[in-house]
């Protein structure tokens, strides 16, 4: 597993858009990424679904859903500000 720089060992992820509405985030060397699916109501508005890539057997470990989960909300809860800005 690759790892960012400067993150504590956090894995190294790929992003792209497809402007304006289609985000997919994958992380290397793993099997594991989301699809940001952005409804836009007005240019100061969105709905965000976050649909996660896992192996099947992801779902079966209660604990890894709820902490990825928890970092996928903390995730965002940081960007926000910067978003509004």
């Not at 997919?24 to 976050?50: C, K, N, T, V």
């Not at 940081?78 to 978003?83: F, K, L, S, T, V």
């Amino acid at each position: 597993m690759l790892e960012n720089p400067g993150t504590g060992g956090a894995p190294a992820f790929i992003v792209t858009q497809v402007f304006p509405s289609l985000l997919i985030a994958l992380f290397e060397g793993q099997s594991s990424g989301s699809w940001y699916e952005m409804q836009i109501d007005r240019h100061d508005h969105i709905h965000l679904r976050i649909h996660a890539f896992t192996p099947p057997e992801f779902k079966e470990n209660p604990d890894a859903v709820a902490a990825s989960i928890e970092a996928v909300t903390k995730v965002h809860l940081e960007d926000i500000p910067a978003c509004e800005a």
